[in-house]
């Protein structure tokens, strides 16, 4: 497996969506036709552009789709620019699938889920949401919490309209940190629109965003009586070689790109203070 992982494959990029103005969607395929390889929702691949750099990033679609693989991108540092120069047409590598995936298979069956994310943190629980709808007769109902700084800034939004909020058993629940024109929904933080929303605590929580909003956001569910072993999140972020080579993510008996990126925050409570 470890084999097999470090080999990149070249990929084309065959489809580039334009999201928001600093998040751009990826969609990429062998130069045959075929998804690079398969993966589980929460793992992530590592994308190259040769002579620049390489850095881990989530595979946003989901397991179920068998067509092509999407990566959505935030452009912040040197190889990210590149990345969002690219056209169609265009090759780059990709090796993996790296990571600890969200456990869809056993621990989340049957389960009433909540996903809340954050600006760019819906790109990684966008592969979870989109393998749960693919397999609704396998999990409870299902409720979303979205929130990002603007209506602009919201990711996947034309999915989310047309797509996810059409299904009839998924509750979508849209936010944006301050009024503008043009929009007419909830205006707020996440972690406020989350205790007044006031969800059920019984419901499984995936959830992604900036720290400070999952710090918050934490908080305000464990005052609402959800305890800590219902509650995942996921830390890519932290991972840099993706096989526990390189130490970057070595926190204590840890090491984020083998353990994780998927944690429950019970196993959080476990690393030192410093993390």
């Not at 990709?94 to 889920?113: A, Q, T």
């Not at 979508?172 to 059920?200: M, R, Y």
Request: hydrophobic share 35%; aromatic share 10%.
């Amino acid at each position: 497996m470890i084999n097999d992982t470090l080999i990149p494959y070249i990929a084309e990029v065959v489809d580039v969506r334009i999201d928001t103005p600093d998040v751009k969607t990826f969609r990429v395929l062998t130069p045959d036709g075929k998804k690079p390889f398969e993966h589980l929702p929460g793992q992530c691949a590592m994308i190259s552009v040769p002579g620049v750099g390489e850095a881990m990033f989530s595979i946003t679609s989901s397991p179920t789709n068998k067509d092509y693989m999407e990566f959505s991108i935030k452009k912040c540092g040197c190889l990210t620019e590149w990345l969002h120069m690219i056209e169609v047409g265009q090759q780059i590598t990709i090796r993996g699938p790296y990571g600890k995936h969200f456990p869809v298979d056993n621990e989340l069956l049957g389960k009433d889920l909540l996903f809340i994310a954050g600006g760019i943190g819906l790109a990684p629980l966008r592969s979870v949401i989109n393998y749960v709808r693919d397999n609704r007769n396998k999990y409870g109902k299902v409720g979303i919490i979205y929130g990002a700084r603007s209506k602009e800034d919201l990711v996947d939004y034309d999915e989310i309209i047309h797509e996810w909020m059409t299904d009839d058993d998924i509750v979508v629940d849209l936010t944006i940190d301050k009024e503008q024109d043009g929009w007419d929904g909830h205006v707020g933080f996440i972690p406020d629109f989350v205790k007044e929303l006031s969800p059920d605590n019984s419901k499984t929580v995936l959830m992604c965003g900036p720290p400070v909003m999952i710090k918050f956001t934490l908080q305000r569910l464990i005052e609402l009586g959800f305890e800590k072993t219902q509650i995942y999140t996921t830390m890519e972020l932290k991972m840099k070689c993706g096989v526990g080579k390189c130490g970057r993510c070595n926190i204590g008996s840890k090491y984020v790109c083998k353990d994780g990126p998927v944690f429950r925050f019970d196993e959080l409570d476990e690393l030192p203070d410093e993390y």
